[in-house]
């Protein structure tokens, strides 16, 4: 008797575990699909940048400014404790953030900064976009090096 409680208690703590697992499903989804948006709009901008794609003042507005509603969505709420990717298969998100959530918005809070550049500049010019790509990169790079679990 006292064995099968024992294997009830691990079966209990171990579907436990897959609860918490699925719990955060949707946070994930949703912080990925908001870095995807941004992905995307960068690439649009980037391919005008490197002369891949014809330069349109109105779809490298339209790009920056996807970009900025973006970083306008409040990133940190989407980071619960216990959501990261070494408690969850599928993430990248390092255990660090959500004891550090004033260091993580700087850096969020530094995207939509350059991301405001990029609205107000690359409807201007080519030549603008060389600089705000290099800001908004800068950008990615800085948060990825510090919160995202290295590839
Ligand atoms: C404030 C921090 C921060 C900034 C700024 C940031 N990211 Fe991320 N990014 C993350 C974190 C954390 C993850 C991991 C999320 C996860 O898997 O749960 C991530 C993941 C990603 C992913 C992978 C998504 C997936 O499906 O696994 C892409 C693509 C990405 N970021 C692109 C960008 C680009 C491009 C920029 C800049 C224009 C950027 N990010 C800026 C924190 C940031």
């Given at each position: 008797?006292?064995?099968?409680v024992t294997?009830?208690?691990?079966?209990?703590?171990?579907?436990?575990?897959?609860?918490?697992?699925?719990?955060?499903?949707?946070?994930?989804?949703?912080?990925?699909?908001?870095?995807?948006?941004?992905?995307?709009?960068?690439g649009?901008?980037?391919?005008?940048?490197?002369?891949?794609?014809?330069?349109?003042?109105?779809?490298?507005?339209?790009?920056?400014?996807?970009?900025?509603?973006?970083?306008?969505?409040?990133?940190?709420?989407?980071?619960p404790?216990?959501?990261?990717?070494?408690?969850?298969?599928?993430?990248?998100?390092?255990?660090?953030?959500?004891?550090?959530?004033?260091g993580?918005?700087?850096?969020?809070?530094?995207?939509?900064?350059?991301?405001?550049?990029?609205?107000?500049?690359?409807?201007?010019?080519?030549?603008?976009?060389?600089?705000?790509?290099?800001?908004?990169?800068?950008?990615?790079?800085?948060?990825?090096?510090?919160?995202?679990?290295p590839?």
């Amino acid at each position: 008797m006292k064995k099968i409680v024992t294997v009830l208690a691990a079966a209990a703590i171990l579907s436990g575990g897959a609860t918490v697992a699925q719990e955060y499903k949707n946070q994930i989804k949703a912080r990925q699909g908001t870095m995807w948006v941004i992905a995307l709009n960068l690439g649009t901008l980037g391919g005008m940048a490197k002369g891949e794609t014809e330069y349109d003042a109105e779809a490298a507005t339209m790009a920056a400014e996807s970009i900025q509603a973006a970083s306008n969505v409040h990133f940190a709420s989407l980071f619960p404790e216990g959501s990261d990717g070494e408690m969850n298969e599928g993430s990248t998100a390092k255990p660090t953030i959500a004891g550090d959530l004033a260091g993580f918005n700087e850096k969020w809070a530094a995207l939509g900064a350059a991301a405001d550049k990029a609205v107000a500049e690359v409807g201007t010019g080519t030549e603008a976009l060389g600089p705000v790509m290099g800001a908004l990169g800068g950008a990615c790079k800085s948060c990825h090096e510090t919160y995202r679990i290295p590839q």
